[in-house]
């Protein structure tokens, strides 16, 4: 099956600091990609959806400016927690999907802000 | 605002047959059933997907209702690394995901 990495796999910062994660798909080239974050004992939740070379499409109730998404190749996207603070702390997935409609999940970054 | 109901949890005994039951009443007819599951701190795992008919591939088989209003999904073989969180989606578009079932594999 397709593969999708995550970079870093985990990554613990200071409160006020930023945070960038990488999404890419290894073998094949993704129409677009989608940031998942996910509490402890809880389920996915879908935060937002990107394409490539246009803005990301944000659910209800995700700030845009404090999680910047960039998408801006067909096997790269990245997820920046601005300003992050300690309720940031999360599991942070994302997922990508190829022109056959299949969608394939990445391991995921843990977050940890102090 | 998930399509799919699911158990919260079960236990299976190992190299037993689990049967993981999903309820999507209101299922669209262009909607596929989905099936993942996610292993302790780790990405989901694609499993398996079916439209109407009944699917099976080497990991597990889903059986879809005539009216495709409830799915189950079965593992023919239970091991103990088959303990995770299992998720029935009902998707024509974006992956959104229910609570899952969190199955249990015990000797």
């Known amino acids: 099956g397709a593969v999708v990495s995550q970079h870093p796999s985990w990554v613990i910062c200071k409160s006020g600091t930023s945070v960038k994660i990488e999404c890419r798909s290894l073998d094949f080239q993704a129409t677009t990609m989608f940031w998942y974050r996910q509490f402890p004992k809880q389920s996915l939740m879908l935060m937002a959806t990107s394409n490539e070379g246009s803005k990301a499409t944000y659910e209800q109730g995700v700030e845009k400016d404090k999680f910047l998404i960039n998408h801006a190749s067909l096997t790269l996207s990245t997820l920046t927690v601005t300003s992050a603070h300690p309720e940031d702390s999360s599991f942070y997935i994302c997922?990508?999907?190829?022109?056959?409609?299949?969608?394939?999940f990445g391991p995921g970054t843990r977050l940890t802000v102090l | 605002d998930a399509k799919t109901t699911q158990p919260p949890s079960m236990d299976c005994a190992e190299g037993r047959a689990a049967n993981l039951p999903c309820n999507h009443s209101t299922i669209s007819g262009n909607e596929y059933v989905y099936w993942y599951r996610q292993i302790h701190s780790q990405g989901p795992q694609y499993i398996i997907h079916g439209l109407k008919n009944n699917e099976t591939n080497e990991m597990a088989s889903l059986i879809i209702t005539e009216d495709r209003k409830s799915s189950t999904l079965i593992l023919p073989h239970a091991t103990l690394r088959d303990t995770a969180v299992y998720y029935c989606?009902?998707?024509?578009?974006?992956?959104?995901f229910g609570a899952g079932t969190r199955l249990t594999v015990k000797p």
């Open positions: 989606i009902v998707r024509v578009g974006d992956m959104r």
């Open positions: 997922s990508a999907k190829n022109r056959m409609d299949e969608q394939f």
